[in-house]
């Protein structure tokens, strides 16, 4: 499989990146879920947060690569039987998707750092904190930040099962390319 996306089908990359940051964003929100349920005398009441703080920033990082690699390596253009409604439609999602996975980073990276303290990952590397206002950055960012994740699962459900729509009822491409297959250049 190449690694750049062609025309008619993603590269191995994409797929990749697509992939992981759908595990990632369900499994950061099931872990966000989870933690703010712990009382302070749990075990994971410290350890939880650090790991979502941590995976938090990884997250940040692979998504401005995602978006650099989007222009390194364009994906590939809709297929020949979608409309203009649904070439509209699936653009402004995954620009949508964008912004609130950007947004919901930066609302993470607010709370986070609403003490004056920097955000370490994994203990490798700290990430400074640049805003501080500890109590009212914190609830508002706290607020924000769980809207923006309930808005990036509900539309990504939505995403998900448009891909089945298009792979069940339409009978088109648009899942397969995703899994790294085409029928117009699978002997490629």
């Known amino acids: 499989m190449q690694l750049r996306n062609s025309p008619h089908r993603y590269g191995i990359i994409s797929i ?18 989870w933690m703010v349920t ?6 994971w009441y410290h350890q939880a947060p650090e790991l979502h703080k941590s995976i938090g920033v990884l997250l940040m990082m692979g998504l401005v690569f995602r978006v650099l690699w989007r222009r390194i390596s364009p994906p590939p253009g809709a297929p020949r039987n979608h ?3 649904t070439r509209l439609s699936a653009v402004a999602a995954h620009v949508v998707l964008y912004v609130l996975l950007f947004a919901i980073l930066i609302s993470g990276y607010l709370i986070s750092t609403a003490d004056g303290k920097p955000v370490s990952v994994f203990g490798l590397f700290d990430v ?4 501080a206002d500890a109590g009212s950055q914190a609830d508002a960012a706290g607020v924000v930040h769980l809207w923006l994740a309930w808005c990036v699962v509900i539309l990504s459900v939505l995403h998900g099962l448009a891909a089945l729509k298009h792979h069940f009822i339409d009978k088109d491409d648009t899942l397969k390319r995703m899994l790294g297959r085409s029928s117009v250049d699978s002997g490629a």
């Open 83 to 85: 409309g203009k409604l």
């Open 38 to 43: 712990l009382s302070y005398y749990d075990g």
């Open 128 to 131: 400074p904190a640049t805003f």
């Open 16 to 33: 990749g990146l697509h992939w992981i940051f759908a595990l990632a964003v369900y499994g950061m929100f099931g872990l966000g879920l």
